[in-house]
Protein backbone atom coordinates (compact mmCIF):
# COMPACT_ATOMS: atom_id res chain seq x y z
CA UNK A 1 0.00 0.00 0.00
CA UNK A 2 1.28 3.19 -0.99
CA UNK A 3 1.56 6.10 1.33
CA UNK A 4 1.64 9.69 -0.40
CA UNK A 5 2.82 12.11 1.90
CA UNK A 6 2.15 15.80 1.78
CA UNK A 7 4.53 18.42 1.44
CA UNK A 8 4.14 21.18 4.80
CA UNK A 9 4.67 24.29 4.28
CA UNK A 10 6.08 26.90 6.82
CA UNK A 11 3.08 29.45 7.34
CA UNK A 12 2.60 32.08 9.52
CA UNK A 13 1.51 29.65 13.30
CA UNK A 14 4.60 28.13 12.94
CA UNK A 15 6.33 31.44 12.86
CA UNK A 16 4.30 32.63 15.64
CA UNK A 17 4.59 29.16 17.62
CA UNK A 18 9.14 29.57 17.59
CA UNK A 19 10.90 30.30 20.21
CA UNK A 20 10.98 34.51 21.07
CA UNK A 21 14.85 34.33 19.80
CA UNK A 22 14.15 32.60 16.66
CA UNK A 23 11.12 34.54 15.93
CA UNK A 24 12.12 37.90 16.82
CA UNK A 25 15.23 37.60 14.78
CA UNK A 26 13.39 35.70 11.35
CA UNK A 27 11.13 38.81 11.65
CA UNK A 28 13.19 41.84 12.63
CA UNK A 29 15.36 40.80 9.43
CA UNK A 30 12.95 41.97 7.64
CA UNK A 31 12.15 45.56 9.12
CA UNK A 32 15.26 48.28 8.36
CA UNK A 33 14.58 50.83 11.71
CA UNK A 34 17.24 53.41 10.18
CA UNK A 35 14.54 56.07 8.68
CA UNK A 36 12.90 56.00 12.57
CA UNK A 37 15.69 56.31 13.90
CA UNK A 38 16.77 59.69 12.13
CA UNK A 39 13.12 60.60 13.58
CA UNK A 40 13.32 59.95 17.26
CA UNK A 41 17.05 60.31 17.68
CA UNK A 42 19.05 63.70 18.43
CA UNK A 43 19.34 65.96 15.70
CA UNK A 44 22.67 67.69 17.67
CA UNK A 45 25.25 66.84 19.35
CA UNK A 46 24.60 69.69 22.51
CA UNK A 47 23.01 69.14 25.32
CA UNK A 48 22.67 66.44 27.45
CA UNK A 49 23.79 62.74 26.03
CA UNK A 50 21.28 60.49 24.41
CA UNK A 51 20.91 58.05 27.40
CA UNK A 52 17.96 55.74 26.11
CA UNK A 53 18.70 52.79 23.74
CA UNK A 54 15.98 53.88 20.57
CA UNK A 55 16.74 50.69 18.83
CA UNK A 56 15.66 48.31 21.31
CA UNK A 57 12.77 50.62 22.55
CA UNK A 58 11.27 50.43 18.83
CA UNK A 59 12.41 46.55 18.73
CA UNK A 60 10.20 46.36 22.23
CA UNK A 61 7.38 48.38 20.88
CA UNK A 62 7.67 45.08 17.79
CA UNK A 63 7.35 42.65 20.68
CA UNK A 64 4.59 44.09 22.42
CA UNK A 65 2.57 42.95 19.57
CA UNK A 66 3.66 40.13 19.40
CA UNK A 67 3.58 38.89 22.75
CA UNK A 68 0.22 40.20 22.73
CA UNK A 69 1.25 42.68 25.82
CA UNK A 70 -1.85 45.39 25.90
CA UNK A 71 -0.47 48.29 27.79
CA UNK A 72 2.97 50.00 27.57
CA UNK A 73 2.51 49.89 31.36
CA UNK A 74 3.01 45.71 31.34
CA UNK A 75 5.59 46.42 28.83
CA UNK A 76 7.56 48.16 31.12
CA UNK A 77 7.04 46.05 33.84
CA UNK A 78 7.82 43.14 31.58
CA UNK A 79 10.93 44.76 30.29
CA UNK A 80 12.46 44.79 34.54
CA UNK A 81 11.23 41.42 35.71
CA UNK A 82 11.94 39.43 32.03
CA UNK A 83 16.04 39.74 31.62
CA UNK A 84 15.48 37.13 28.53
CA UNK A 85 12.76 39.17 27.26
CA UNK A 86 15.00 42.50 27.53
CA UNK A 87 17.88 41.23 25.91
CA UNK A 88 15.58 39.96 22.94
CA UNK A 89 14.24 43.31 22.30
CA UNK A 90 18.27 44.31 22.18
CA UNK A 91 18.81 46.11 25.31
CA UNK A 92 22.44 45.43 27.27
CA UNK A 93 22.37 44.86 31.11
CA UNK A 94 23.96 48.32 31.60
CA UNK A 95 20.47 49.97 30.17
CA UNK A 96 18.05 51.36 32.08
CA UNK A 97 14.57 50.28 30.87
CA UNK A 98 12.99 53.40 29.62
CA UNK A 99 9.90 54.67 30.96
CA UNK A 100 6.66 55.11 30.43
CA UNK A 101 6.64 58.61 29.69
CA UNK A 102 10.29 57.50 27.01
CA UNK A 103 7.78 55.14 25.46
CA UNK A 104 5.11 57.66 25.25
CA UNK A 105 7.55 60.82 23.73
CA UNK A 106 8.79 58.62 21.45
CA UNK A 107 5.02 57.21 19.82
CA UNK A 108 4.43 61.25 19.78
CA UNK A 109 8.05 62.31 17.67
CA UNK A 110 6.32 58.81 15.22
CA UNK A 111 3.27 60.39 14.74
CA UNK A 112 4.50 63.68 13.35
CA UNK A 113 5.60 61.76 10.33
CA UNK A 114 5.26 59.29 7.93
CA UNK A 115 8.13 56.58 8.09
CA UNK A 116 6.18 54.16 9.17
CA UNK A 117 4.58 54.27 6.08
CA UNK A 118 7.46 54.60 4.27
CA UNK A 119 9.17 51.74 6.20
CA UNK A 120 6.04 49.75 5.01
CA UNK A 121 6.59 50.41 1.49
CA UNK A 122 10.28 49.92 1.68
CA UNK A 123 9.29 46.18 3.14
CA UNK A 124 6.92 45.39 0.34
CA UNK A 125 9.60 46.51 -2.14
CA UNK A 126 11.87 44.05 -0.91
CA UNK A 127 9.55 40.98 -1.04
CA UNK A 128 8.90 42.14 -4.85
CA UNK A 129 12.47 41.80 -5.67
CA UNK A 130 12.65 38.50 -3.27
CA UNK A 131 9.60 37.08 -5.94
CA UNK A 132 6.96 37.13 -3.15
CA UNK A 133 4.61 39.16 -4.96
CA UNK A 134 2.90 39.23 -7.85
CA UNK A 135 0.44 42.05 -7.93
CA UNK A 136 -2.01 40.74 -10.49
CA UNK A 137 -4.87 40.89 -8.53
CA UNK A 138 -5.49 43.10 -5.47
CA UNK A 139 -8.33 42.68 -2.85
CA UNK A 140 -10.15 45.58 -0.60
CA UNK A 141 -12.29 45.46 1.85
CA UNK A 142 -13.06 47.56 5.65
CA UNK A 143 -13.02 46.14 9.12
CA UNK A 144 -14.16 48.06 12.52
CA UNK A 145 -11.54 48.91 14.84
CA UNK A 146 -12.67 49.69 19.01
CA UNK A 147 -11.60 52.63 20.85
CA UNK A 148 -11.03 52.01 24.07
CA UNK A 149 -12.72 55.66 24.92
CA UNK A 150 -15.90 56.59 25.71
CA UNK A 151 -17.69 58.83 23.11
CA UNK A 152 -18.35 61.98 24.05
CA UNK A 153 -21.86 62.71 25.20
CA UNK A 154 -23.78 65.21 22.52
CA UNK A 155 -24.36 68.84 24.71
CA UNK A 156 -28.29 69.14 24.44
CA UNK A 157 -28.60 73.16 23.27
CA UNK A 158 -32.10 74.65 23.16
CA UNK A 159 -32.93 76.07 19.79
CA UNK A 160 -35.70 78.38 19.29
CA UNK A 161 -37.71 76.92 16.51
CA UNK A 162 -38.08 79.78 13.73
CA UNK A 163 -41.88 80.05 12.20
CA UNK A 164 -41.37 78.12 8.95
CA UNK A 165 -43.00 79.91 5.99
CA UNK A 166 -45.59 77.48 4.17
CA UNK A 167 -43.98 75.59 1.45
CA UNK A 168 -45.32 77.21 -1.84
CA UNK A 169 -47.31 74.39 -3.99
CA UNK A 170 -46.36 73.08 -7.37
CA UNK A 171 -43.51 73.24 -9.35
CA UNK A 172 -40.79 75.75 -9.04
CA UNK A 173 -40.05 78.17 -11.58
CA UNK A 174 -37.47 77.28 -13.67
CA UNK A 175 -35.46 81.11 -12.18
CA UNK A 176 -36.37 79.53 -8.71
CA UNK A 177 -35.21 76.11 -9.32
CA UNK A 178 -31.48 77.22 -10.68
CA UNK A 179 -31.15 79.56 -7.99
CA UNK A 180 -31.97 76.72 -5.65
CA UNK A 181 -29.24 74.49 -7.58
CA UNK A 182 -26.82 76.69 -7.95
CA UNK A 183 -27.20 77.20 -3.88
CA UNK A 184 -26.90 73.36 -3.74
CA UNK A 185 -23.88 72.82 -5.54
CA UNK A 186 -22.16 75.55 -3.17
CA UNK A 187 -23.21 73.93 0.10
CA UNK A 188 -21.77 70.60 -1.43
CA UNK A 189 -18.53 72.41 -2.98
CA UNK A 190 -18.31 73.76 0.91
CA UNK A 191 -17.83 69.75 2.12
CA UNK A 192 -15.12 68.46 3.90
CA UNK A 193 -13.98 66.38 0.55
CA UNK A 194 -15.03 62.96 2.57
CA UNK A 195 -18.52 64.15 2.46
CA UNK A 196 -18.90 65.03 -0.76
CA UNK A 197 -19.61 62.47 -3.53
CA UNK A 198 -17.22 60.01 -4.78
CA UNK A 199 -16.37 61.05 -7.94
CA UNK A 200 -14.97 64.17 -6.98
CA UNK A 201 -12.02 61.78 -5.46
CA UNK A 202 -11.16 61.26 -9.11
CA UNK A 203 -9.11 64.15 -9.19
CA UNK A 204 -6.84 64.17 -6.47
CA UNK A 205 -3.66 62.72 -5.66
CA UNK A 206 -2.84 59.85 -2.70
CA UNK A 207 -1.14 61.89 -0.87
CA UNK A 208 -3.87 64.82 -1.08
CA UNK A 209 -6.88 62.02 -0.06
CA UNK A 210 -4.47 60.36 2.65
CA UNK A 211 -4.26 64.35 4.13
CA UNK A 212 -8.25 64.98 4.19
CA UNK A 213 -9.44 61.42 5.66
CA UNK A 214 -10.85 62.24 8.95
CA UNK A 215 -9.43 59.59 11.68
CA UNK A 216 -11.30 60.87 15.14
CA UNK A 217 -13.07 58.22 16.58
CA UNK A 218 -16.82 58.25 15.80
CA UNK A 219 -19.84 55.56 15.81
CA UNK A 220 -20.20 53.40 13.11
CA UNK A 221 -22.97 51.02 12.03
CA UNK A 222 -22.78 47.58 10.93
CA UNK A 223 -24.85 44.36 9.63
CA UNK A 224 -23.87 41.39 11.33
CA UNK A 225 -24.40 38.15 10.10
CA UNK A 226 -28.18 38.10 11.68
CA UNK A 227 -28.66 40.96 9.22
CA UNK A 228 -29.08 43.07 12.52
CA UNK A 229 -27.16 46.56 13.26
CA UNK A 230 -24.64 46.75 15.59
CA UNK A 231 -22.67 49.93 16.29
CA UNK A 232 -19.04 50.49 17.96
CA UNK A 233 -16.92 53.81 18.94
CA UNK A 234 -14.01 54.09 17.10
CA UNK A 235 -11.97 53.44 13.71
CA UNK A 236 -12.20 51.79 9.98
CA UNK A 237 -9.29 50.03 8.74
CA UNK A 238 -9.18 49.92 4.99
CA UNK A 239 -7.07 47.59 3.92
CA UNK A 240 -5.54 47.03 -0.20
CA UNK A 241 -4.27 43.14 -0.10
CA UNK A 242 -2.60 41.51 -3.00
CA UNK A 243 -4.82 37.88 -3.08
CA UNK A 244 -1.85 35.72 -3.84
CA UNK A 245 0.70 36.42 -1.45
CA UNK A 246 -1.77 37.89 1.15
CA UNK A 247 0.74 41.37 1.28
CA UNK A 248 -0.32 44.39 2.76
CA UNK A 249 0.06 46.90 0.06
CA UNK A 250 -1.81 49.75 1.33
CA UNK A 251 -3.68 50.79 4.48
CA UNK A 252 -5.81 53.76 5.66
CA UNK A 253 -7.26 54.45 9.21
CA UNK A 254 -10.78 56.45 9.07
CA UNK A 255 -13.54 57.49 11.63
CA UNK A 256 -15.95 54.32 11.78
CA UNK A 257 -19.06 56.68 10.54
CA UNK A 258 -17.09 56.91 7.10
CA UNK A 259 -18.68 54.69 4.12
CA UNK A 260 -16.33 51.92 3.35
CA UNK A 261 -16.39 53.09 -0.52
CA UNK A 262 -15.37 56.15 0.08
CA UNK A 263 -11.64 55.03 1.19
CA UNK A 264 -11.66 52.59 -2.25
CA UNK A 265 -10.37 54.92 -4.75
CA UNK A 266 -7.49 56.51 -2.39
CA UNK A 267 -6.29 52.72 -1.46
CA UNK A 268 -6.66 52.20 -5.69
CA UNK A 269 -4.58 55.47 -6.27
CA UNK A 270 -2.03 54.55 -3.39
CA UNK A 271 -1.41 51.30 -4.83
CA UNK A 272 -1.02 52.68 -8.44
CA UNK A 273 1.47 55.83 -7.11
CA UNK A 274 3.63 53.83 -5.09
CA UNK A 275 3.55 50.62 -7.39
CA UNK A 276 3.46 51.26 -10.76
CA UNK A 277 5.70 48.38 -11.96
CA UNK A 278 3.09 45.64 -10.65
CA UNK A 279 0.86 44.61 -13.65
CA UNK A 280 -2.45 45.22 -11.68
CA UNK A 281 -5.64 43.19 -13.28
CA UNK A 282 -8.13 42.47 -11.06
CA UNK A 283 -9.64 43.85 -8.16
CA UNK A 284 -12.12 42.29 -5.89
CA UNK A 285 -14.37 43.96 -3.70
CA UNK A 286 -17.52 43.03 -2.01
CA UNK A 287 -20.89 44.92 -2.69
CA UNK A 288 -20.61 47.83 -0.89
CA UNK A 289 -17.81 49.08 -3.27
CA UNK A 290 -20.45 48.86 -6.29
CA UNK A 291 -20.27 52.63 -7.63
CA UNK A 292 -19.20 53.79 -10.88
CA UNK A 293 -16.65 56.38 -9.88
CA UNK A 294 -15.04 53.03 -8.39
CA UNK A 295 -14.72 51.52 -11.73
CA UNK A 296 -13.83 54.16 -13.41
CA UNK A 297 -11.05 54.65 -11.19
CA UNK A 298 -10.28 50.67 -11.74
CA UNK A 299 -10.35 51.09 -15.46
CA UNK A 300 -7.93 53.87 -15.31
CA UNK A 301 -5.18 51.37 -13.72
CA UNK A 302 -5.96 49.29 -16.71
CA UNK A 303 -7.54 47.02 -14.74
CA UNK A 304 -11.05 45.73 -13.89
CA UNK A 305 -13.80 45.45 -10.83
CA UNK A 306 -14.81 42.11 -9.90
CA UNK A 307 -17.31 43.22 -7.63
CA UNK A 308 -20.29 41.92 -6.64
CA UNK A 309 -23.64 43.84 -8.04
CA UNK A 310 -25.88 45.99 -5.34
CA UNK A 311 -29.13 46.52 -6.94
CA UNK A 312 -30.11 49.95 -4.79
CA UNK A 313 -33.70 49.95 -6.05
CA UNK A 314 -33.05 49.90 -10.02
CA UNK A 315 -35.47 48.45 -12.16
CA UNK A 316 -35.36 45.23 -13.25
CA UNK A 317 -33.28 45.85 -16.51
CA UNK A 318 -34.76 44.83 -20.28
CA UNK A 319 -33.27 42.57 -22.86
CA UNK A 320 -30.89 41.46 -20.32
CA UNK A 321 -30.36 38.45 -17.92
CA UNK A 322 -29.62 39.03 -13.79
CA UNK A 323 -26.41 39.23 -14.61
CA UNK A 324 -26.81 41.69 -18.12
CA UNK A 325 -26.11 39.11 -20.66
CA UNK A 326 -28.51 40.02 -23.78
CA UNK A 327 -31.27 37.49 -24.03
CA UNK A 328 -32.79 35.89 -27.08
CA UNK A 329 -36.61 36.26 -28.36
CA UNK A 330 -37.48 33.40 -26.35
CA UNK A 331 -35.27 35.16 -23.17
CA UNK A 332 -32.92 32.20 -22.90
CA UNK A 333 -29.62 33.88 -21.80
CA UNK A 334 -26.40 34.36 -24.35
CA UNK A 335 -23.55 32.17 -22.73
CA UNK A 336 -19.92 34.61 -21.97
CA UNK A 337 -17.68 33.29 -24.65
CA UNK A 338 -14.77 35.27 -24.48
CA UNK A 339 -12.96 38.70 -24.14
CA UNK A 340 -10.93 41.11 -26.77
CA UNK A 341 -8.95 43.28 -24.92
CA UNK A 342 -7.56 44.96 -27.89
CA UNK A 343 -11.02 46.00 -28.81
CA UNK A 344 -12.01 45.91 -25.23
CA UNK A 345 -15.64 44.04 -26.40
CA UNK A 346 -17.18 40.62 -24.32
CA UNK A 347 -18.32 38.05 -26.73
CA UNK A 348 -21.35 36.19 -25.84
CA UNK A 349 -22.87 32.88 -28.20
CA UNK A 350 -26.12 31.69 -28.77
CA UNK A 351 -27.64 29.78 -26.03
CA UNK A 352 -27.64 25.78 -26.33
CA UNK A 353 -32.04 26.24 -26.14
CA UNK A 354 -31.75 27.87 -29.63
CA UNK A 355 -30.52 24.53 -31.26
CA UNK A 356 -33.82 23.40 -31.68
CA UNK A 357 -35.43 26.41 -31.48
CA UNK A 358 -37.61 27.26 -34.41
CA UNK A 359 -36.21 30.81 -34.53
CA UNK A 360 -32.61 30.01 -34.91
CA UNK A 361 -32.64 31.07 -38.32
CA UNK A 362 -34.54 34.25 -38.25
CA UNK A 363 -32.46 37.55 -37.82
CA UNK A 364 -34.18 38.74 -34.66
CA UNK A 365 -31.49 35.74 -33.44
CA UNK A 366 -28.55 36.85 -33.44
CA UNK A 367 -25.38 33.82 -33.38
CA UNK A 368 -22.60 36.01 -32.03
CA UNK A 369 -23.11 39.40 -29.66
CA UNK A 370 -19.73 41.50 -28.56
CA UNK A 371 -20.48 44.47 -25.48
CA UNK A 372 -18.15 47.16 -25.17
CA UNK A 373 -17.29 47.17 -21.74
CA UNK A 374 -16.78 51.32 -21.94
CA UNK A 375 -20.66 51.01 -22.43
CA UNK A 376 -21.46 50.38 -18.83
CA UNK A 377 -17.60 49.93 -16.79
CA UNK A 378 -20.04 48.39 -13.59
CA UNK A 379 -22.35 46.26 -15.78
CA UNK A 380 -19.54 44.36 -17.89
CA UNK A 381 -16.31 43.44 -16.33
CA UNK A 382 -14.01 41.08 -18.28
CA UNK A 383 -14.87 38.70 -17.57
CA UNK A 384 -18.41 38.54 -17.54
CA UNK A 385 -21.07 38.73 -14.51
CA UNK A 386 -22.10 35.11 -13.60
CA UNK A 387 -19.64 33.24 -15.68
CA UNK A 388 -17.30 30.13 -13.96
CA UNK A 389 -14.24 32.74 -14.00
CA UNK A 390 -15.97 35.56 -12.87
CA UNK A 391 -16.90 33.71 -9.51
CA UNK A 392 -13.72 31.93 -9.64
CA UNK A 393 -11.93 35.53 -9.07
CA UNK A 394 -14.21 36.75 -6.86
CA UNK A 395 -13.29 33.91 -4.45
CA UNK A 396 -9.74 35.38 -3.88
CA UNK A 397 -11.68 38.25 -1.92
CA UNK A 398 -11.54 36.01 0.88
CA UNK A 399 -8.02 36.95 0.95
CA UNK A 400 -8.70 40.61 2.69
CA UNK A 401 -11.05 39.10 4.73
CA UNK A 402 -8.33 36.14 5.75
CA UNK A 403 -5.63 39.94 6.67
CA UNK A 404 -8.40 41.08 9.11
CA UNK A 405 -8.75 38.08 10.66
CA UNK A 406 -4.83 37.67 11.09
CA UNK A 407 -4.62 41.17 12.42
CA UNK A 408 -7.62 41.02 14.83
CA UNK A 409 -5.64 37.56 16.40
CA UNK A 410 -2.38 37.82 16.29
CA UNK A 411 -1.45 41.49 15.57
CA UNK A 412 -3.66 43.39 18.36
CA UNK A 413 -5.61 45.42 16.06
CA UNK A 414 -8.18 44.99 18.55
CA UNK A 415 -6.48 47.14 21.21
CA UNK A 416 -5.92 50.10 20.59
CA UNK A 417 -5.62 52.18 23.63
CA UNK A 418 -4.78 55.76 22.50
CA UNK A 419 -7.95 58.41 22.57
CA UNK A 420 -6.88 60.65 18.93
CA UNK A 421 -7.04 59.53 15.66
CA UNK A 422 -3.31 59.92 14.99
CA UNK A 423 -1.69 58.27 17.79
CA UNK A 424 -4.40 55.43 16.75
CA UNK A 425 -2.61 55.26 13.23
CA UNK A 426 0.90 54.79 14.81
CA UNK A 427 -0.57 51.67 16.67
CA UNK A 428 -2.54 50.54 13.19
CA UNK A 429 0.79 51.82 11.04
CA UNK A 430 3.11 49.33 13.71
CA UNK A 431 1.09 46.59 13.51
CA UNK A 432 0.60 46.20 9.55
CA UNK A 433 4.48 46.76 9.27
CA UNK A 434 4.78 43.68 11.61
CA UNK A 435 2.53 41.68 9.65
CA UNK A 436 4.55 42.27 6.54
CA UNK A 437 7.68 41.28 8.33
CA UNK A 438 6.34 37.83 8.90
CA UNK A 439 4.75 37.06 6.33
CA UNK A 440 7.97 38.32 4.29
CA UNK A 441 9.68 36.23 7.17
CA UNK A 442 7.77 33.13 6.36
CA UNK A 443 8.10 33.54 2.70
CA UNK A 444 11.91 33.27 3.21
CA UNK A 445 11.71 30.27 5.56
CA UNK A 446 9.66 28.51 2.56
CA UNK A 447 12.29 29.31 0.14
CA UNK A 448 15.27 28.02 2.22
CA UNK A 449 13.17 25.04 3.00
CA UNK A 450 12.16 24.61 -0.54
CA UNK A 451 15.76 25.07 -1.76
CA UNK A 452 17.49 22.29 0.81
CA UNK A 453 14.65 19.76 -0.53
CA UNK A 454 15.87 20.23 -4.13
Known amino acids: MYSIRQEHLFSLQDLLDLEPTERYTAIFDGINIVPLLTIVSKKACEGAPQSLNYPAMIYSLFARILEGIPTIKLLVRRLKNDVLFRLDCGFSFSDRVPSEASFSRLIRKMKSSHVLDEMNHALVLQAVEEGFIDGNHIAIDATHVEARDQAPQKEEVEVEQAVKEPKKRGRKKKEAYEAWKKEQEEIENNLPLFEQKIEKQLDYTF ?133 DAKYETLKYTRPKECKDCPLADDTLCQKVIKIKKTIDLRRYPAPARGSKAWKKLYKERTSVERVNAYLKEYFQLNNVRYRSGELAKVHVDLLCLLYNASKLAVDRINAKLNDKAA
Not at 284 to 289: E, H, L, N, R, S
Not at 299 to 316: S, V
Open 207 to 339: DELQREMPNAPRWGIKKNSENKNVFWYGYKLHLAVETKSQYLLAQLLSSGNMNDAKAAIPLLKGVAERFPFLNITKVMADAGYDYNPIYEQIYRMKADGIIAYNKRNEAPPIGVDKHFAPTCVREHSYRYDSY
